[in-house]
């Protein structure tokens, strides 16, 4: 099994920034991706941005382009999500997926979500 943690949410005004930090522990291995996701009220969970297990290829949704920044510390086994120039249309509930293929079956594991809100 695996675990997740999100954390770093908070309220912030628009302009402002925000980092989010995601902890897999527990049998990572095979764990090949991971991925934050976010969902506001009524709207169905949508991606936000994907790193690979060693931090050398990213990608981000178009919506939080050249605002947010997802790395890796390898030390810590944590991922975050730097979020600047936030606008009120960001404020979710931020999800964190750990994507793992193993004995030839792709399983995903998710945070308990950590809520964003920003105020105009």
């Known amino acids: 099994q695996v675990q997740v943690v999100e954390s770093g949410g908070g309220l912030v005004q628009a302009g402002g920034s925000l980092r989010l930090s995601c902890a897999a522990s527990?049998?990572?291995?095979?764990?090949?991706?991971m991925r934050w996701f976010r969902q506001a009220p009524g709207k169905e969970r949508e991606f936000v941005a994907s790193?690979?297990?060693?931090?050398?290829?990213?990608y981000s949704a178009d919506s939080v382009k050249g605002r947010f920044t997802i790395s890796r510390d390898n030390a810590k086994n944590t991922v975050y999500l730097q979020m600047n120039s936030l606008k009120p249309e960001d404020t979710a509930v931020y999800y964190c997926?750990?994507?793992?293929?193993?004995?030839?079956?792709?399983?995903?594991?998710w945070g308990q979500g950590t809520q964003v809100t920003v105020s105009s």
């Open positions: 527990g049998r990572t291995f095979g764990i090949y991706v």
């Open positions: 790193i690979n297990w060693s931090g050398s290829s990213t």
């Open positions: 997926n750990a994507r793992q293929e193993t004995a030839g079956r792709r399983y995903d594991y």
